[in-house]
């Protein structure tokens, strides 16, 4: 084999903005301050100087990959910084800001060598949209001319593609022998090549994967419409395995001379051997072990979760019926866990809860299944047990090994724990009847002095079970696909026509009657099933958008979302994937967030609504006006509009129509170019308040309740889209 030619250089793996360092030359200070901020707050680097000389000074002292340069400024104008920039051949690209609309200059200025030219005023977006396009293009040039330069030595470009590429290469001959072997190949098996060479491709596949590969391999025909295969690969490390996807091709010697490649289904005479790429997947197959184990898994604890807690519990209510024999289940809760949680910070909540689950482990049998089912709550499964005092004595257990403090950065915290205890089948033969009773026992369990555990019993009684039975009622109706999305049309004051449409979720129960958002919203998000809800709504809204689409509607669509989805690390790309899946514009939706949610979790959610609005997503805050923001936070994050309380238009009526508050918003809104919305409004005084206060936009009974997707179809056809026709 001859040796592999080496690059002078390799493609640069370019990021659109992050850390590039921008110069903005303006005279006007405060234009140039605001700038830095907007640029900062997108990861960007920047420096400001006021004037054309001043300028010219900095390009001598450091290098900026981009100049936001200003045309009129008093001691140089921009167009002779333009002009020294090319004379000096000094590296940086210049993107004109300025407020000159005379069209010639702009010609003249881009002829120069300018990238862009953005007039003032403009918007964030604007700016934001021409700087990712000039970096795009000059990365893009760069990695042009380091290609070509690559290109130039054609045959030394081809062995290190083959020899570095991140997959296993390789040629059998027409018997199945390995004639070719790229580096990657033998790095990832730790075979050498003189020990690969000529060795039969079934020596180095797991046994229980050698049917499959013989297809590709072996067989004269390729298995019908299949183009890879799973397979493991023995390395030489003993019981060392590589998950690889194969792909193999057929190379076929031409009459005429040369070679082609092909997938034809029958092996002529002139086949002489397979060419086959092999990418090895070992990471996503752990990958989706991780994904199986967080589905079935508390992330914090490590503890099976509900799902797999109701897989386990039906089995064993199986198992338990066929034997006839008895099992436990022992409902743990810890006794005022939130004030605990609330006095310590969650850190120290989550670090308790860790211990627990730990020491409980402990206290439990190889057999037993412990698990995790709410935020305090845990299950414990005792199968096989000879009756109930068996049962007992493992609460007692429990207890008592929880009873010492919890000691963390100096603090030292008591917890107690309440056991409710049901045994099968005396206390139910269904899951939903041992957990619901179990929990029966644990609230009864709570109110001793002594004991903290409780055997169910059918005098006991649960002020909980309206909780237990709207999670299992929401439960059911996920699994059932019971959700129905209505939408309460949004009105702009000034035109008459709709501004949007806001997606309100209800539930139809078994008797065909809704139930509203409010009844099972909070038990949703304690139980982290609003994730699943959210899901649905999302889809759901999708669907009808693409179906109005085609109709040649467009209207935005408005969606609620919890702090519990904002605070996932992946719920952006989800967001912008189903979107894309779905085909809908970023643009047709607009995200709302209560503002309670944005002053808490700042940092948890910031990350994840840039990425949303990156991509055209609108952000809205509701509620706003109950809560606490500062409108540093509003004036700095990507967001799009506020949404006032509805209380605060429940206090106008004919009798007070001058209420002081609701126009000092509306002039915050404007202040922050933001979009104004009252919700709540369902009165003539609450509608002719609004229309004195000028430009706004309403929402409210007194426009149109929540109506289903047909219904808004008529609802647009008959007062239009605000921008819809123009």
Request: charged content about 25%; hydrophobic content about 35%.
């Amino acid at each position: 084999m001859m040796d592999i030619g080496h690059f002078k250089k390799a493609p640069n793996n370019h990021s659109t903005t992050e850390n590039t360092k921008i110069l903005i030359v303006d005279d006007d200070l405060a234009m140039a301050k605001s700038l830095q901020g907007v640029l900062s707050l997108n990861g960007m680097s920047t420096h400001s100087v006021a004037g054309g000389y001043a300028a010219i000074e900095e390009l001598k002292k450091n290098h900026y990959e981009l100049t936001l340069l200003d045309l009129n400024m008093p001691d140089m104008d921009g167009e002779k910084v333009l002009e020294h920039i090319n004379k000096n051949n000094i590296e940086t690209s210049v993107i004109i800001v300025s407020g000159e609309s005379e069209i010639k200059k702009a010609i003249t200025v881009l002829k120069n060598g300018a990238k862009d030219f953005i007039r003032k005023p403009y918007s964030t977006d604007e700016l934001l949209f021409s700087i990712r396009n000039v970096l795009e293009k000059i990365h893009l040039e760069q990695d042009n001319k380091e290609m070509v330069e690559m290109l130039e030595e054609s045959e030394a470009l081809h062995r290190f593609i083959v020899h570095n590429s991140p997959d296993l290469l390789y040629m059998l001959d027409r018997n199945g022998y390995f004639v070719f072997v790229n580096r990657n190949t033998i790095k990832l098996l730790g075979y050498s090549r003189k020990e690969i060479i000529g060795k039969h491709y079934q020596e180095i596949i797991h046994p229980n994967d050698l049917d499959r590969a013989n297809l590709f391999f072996n067989d004269k025909k390729f298995p019908k419409n299949t183009k890879s295969q799973e397979i493991r690969l023995r390395c030489k490390t003993k019981g060392a395995l590589l998950h690889v996807e194969i792909r193999a091709i057929n190379i076929e010697k031409k009459i005429s001379g040369g070679y082609k490649l092909g997938r034809s289904n029958i092996r002529k005479e002139n086949f002489i051997g397979t060419y086959g790429v092999a990418r090895d997947v070992s990471e996503r197959k752990k990958a989706e072990e991780i994904i199986r184990f967080q589905h079935n898994h508390d992330l914090l604890t490590g503890l099976p979760n509900r799902s797999l807690l109701n897989d386990h519990l039906s089995s064993l209510i199986s198992h338990s019926s066929k034997n006839g024999t008895q099992f436990a289940l022992l409902f743990i809760d810890i006794n005022r866990f939130k004030l605990i949680n609330d006095s310590y910070g969650q850190n120290i909540g989550d670090e308790l809860l860790r211990n627990l689950a730990e020491t409980l482990r402990r206290c439990t049998r190889e057999e037993d299944i412990l698990s995790r089912l709410g935020s305090d709550e845990f299950i414990l499964l005792l199968p096989d047990i000879d009756s109930a005092d068996d049962a007992i004595a493992a609460a007692n257990k429990i207890t008592n090994e929880t009873a010492l403090p919890f000691k963390k950065d100096g603090h030292e915290i008591h917890i107690t724990l309440s056991v409710g205890i049901a045994v099968y089948p005396d206390h139910g033969e269904t899951r939903e009847e041992l957990i619901k009773n179990a929990d029966t026992a644990v609230c009864s369990a709570k109110t001793k002095t002594r004991s903290r555990h409780c055997l169910y019993s059918k005098k006991l009684k649960n002020k909980h079970s309206h909780t237990v039975f709207v999670e299992n009622f929401v439960r059911e109706a996920i699994k059932r696909d019971r959700f129905l999305v209505l939408y309460q049309p949004q009105m702009d004051l000034t035109s008459g026509k709709i501004h949007a449409a806001e997606a309100l979720v209800r539930i139809i129960s078994p008797e065909k009657t809704l139930i509203p958002p409010g009844k099972f919203i909070d038990i949703a998000e304690e139980t982290s099933l609003i994730i699943d809800i959210g899901e649905i709504v999302l889809k759901k809204v999708c669907q009808d958008i693409h179906s109005w689409n085609n109709k040649g509607l467009q209207v935005q669509v408005c969606i609620n979302i919890s702090a519990v989805e904002l605070a996932m690390d992946n719920f952006a790309e989800y967001v912008i994937e189903t979107l894309h899946d779905y085909k809908v514009n970023p643009k047709e939706i607009e995200l709302e967030i209560t503002e309670n949610i944005l002053v808490q979790n700042l940092n948890r959610t910031l990350a994840n609504i840039v990425k949303l609005t990156d991509t055209g997503i609108k952000i809205a805050i509701d509620d706003f006006g109950t809560g606490y923001s500062s409108l540093s936070y509003l004036n700095h994050l990507p967001l799009n509009t506020l949404k006032l309380d509805r209380s605060f238009m429940q206090k106008i009526t004919t009798e007070n129509m001058h209420d002081t508050i609701i126009p000092a918003i509306i002039n915050v809104s404007k202040g922050l170019q933001l979009d104004f919305i009252a919700e709540g409004v369902e009165t003539p005084a609450q509608h002719q308040y609004l229309l004195d206060q000028g430009s706004c936009i309403a929402q409210g009974f007194y426009y149109s309740k929540p109506i289903e997707k047909n219904q808004l179809i008529n609802f647009i056809n008959k007062y239009g889209v605000k921008g819809g026709d123009e």
